[in-house]
């Protein structure tokens, strides 16, 4: 399948836990979140990154899901994914953010950037 509605290049992509939805981030500044069968269901608008999306993660408790993005804006934002409503936003990076990685069962997100850090952060 394909899925087409980013304007530049799409830099980063994950499934959700339960494999019924994959959040895109792009060039575009855009973090988009699709069902499976390629239909984009929602484009954050509202506080949105202020430059290339680099990293997209699913949290993996049911309970709590959670979107988490990453950008060249040096910002972690963390997301509801049942409204797309911006939950928080960390700063702590002195450059681009490169990768993103969640600790399983349990709220810990780890983060490394052009900055030569590798950051841990407490999502709750």
């Not at 994959?22 to 430059?51: M, P």
């Not at 939950?87 to 349990?106: C, R, V």
Request: with cysteine.
């Amino acid at each position: 399948r394909r899925f087409i509605s980013h304007t530049r290049d799409a830099l980063a992509v994950a499934f959700s836990p339960d494999n019924r939805q994959i959040a895109s981030g792009g060039r575009d500044k855009a973090l988009k979140i699709w069902n499976t069968v390629g239909e984009c269901k929602f484009t954050v608008d509202a506080n949105s990154h202020q430059d290339w999306v680099t990293c997209v993660k699913f949290h993996q408790d049911a309970k709590s899901p959670l979107v988490v993005s990453a950008s060249m804006d040096k910002t972690i934002k963390v997301w509801d994914n049942q409204t797309m409503n911006l939950k928080h936003t960390f700063y702590g990076h002195t450059g681009q953010i490169n990768s993103l990685d969640m600790a399983p069962q349990t709220f810990y997100l780890a983060s490394g950037g052009k900055d030569g850090q590798a950051m841990i952060w407490n999502l709750v």
